[in-house]
């Protein structure tokens, strides 16, 4: 699972390029999002503009490489799709994660 | 992966959507986008389709992890049958029976707990209860039978 690397603002930008987080591709992803990640700045921004489906296992390993992140980094969820929202809304896990309409929303909103 | 509906004839209401795979998890993604894609488009709004595949997607995972326990080759037979007022789905396979002979729960876990105490599994059940109706599971001669209903075109 490519992933596309940003650093803006203070932010890293980490867009999603397969557009399924499912049973087939969690483990990897939660793996490849994790790399990224580790010793990064104060805020991740997790970009699902591409992502037209997830599923439980998928919405696991967002909450899997949050767990991973330093106590001092936070994972934020932006551009997501109408059937992603729903599986966040659902499961109560919107209550969990900053979830914003878009990336610049999200650097905008986060303050360190 | 949403697709323009095309111009074409009313939808054939009745027809059966049968499909047999293995338990393996590639597998068990093709075969849910291979039933969607069956479904007419014109019958099904984007939602509505998305809805059924998550739902499908939870069931048939939870098979091959659970009732199979990982194993590859375990037999599963998917029916959608689609009709005006929803979508009447069997699923059905020859592994383990559910614990206890029932559904799980699917309640919600408590979230207001630290980051490395939140839950990482136990979202499918919540789903599938939350978006299906007249859930019903049975254990008959060896195999797992489970029936759920899918409103669609509702507000």
Redesign the interface.
Known sequence: MPLRQQKMGGALVLAVTDDRIDAVSSIRFKDEVAAAARGGPSQVVLDLSRVEFIDSSGLGAIVAVMKVLSPEQQLDLANLAPIVDKVFRLTRMDSVFAIYPDVQTAIRAHVD | ?SIDPPTRPAPQRSTLIRLVLNSA??E??AAVQSVILQLDPVHLRP?ER??L??VL??IV?NI??HAYSGRPDGWIEISVRPQPDGISCRITDEGQAMPGGKLPSGL?QD?NVP??D????G??W??IK??TRDLDYERRAGRNHLRFRMAIGGV
Do not use: C
């Open positions: 992966m998890p590639e068990v993604r939602d998305s809805t595949e998550l997607a939870e995972n091959a992890e919600f979230l980051t490395q939140l839950p990482e599994g979202f499918g919540l789903l939350d978006l």
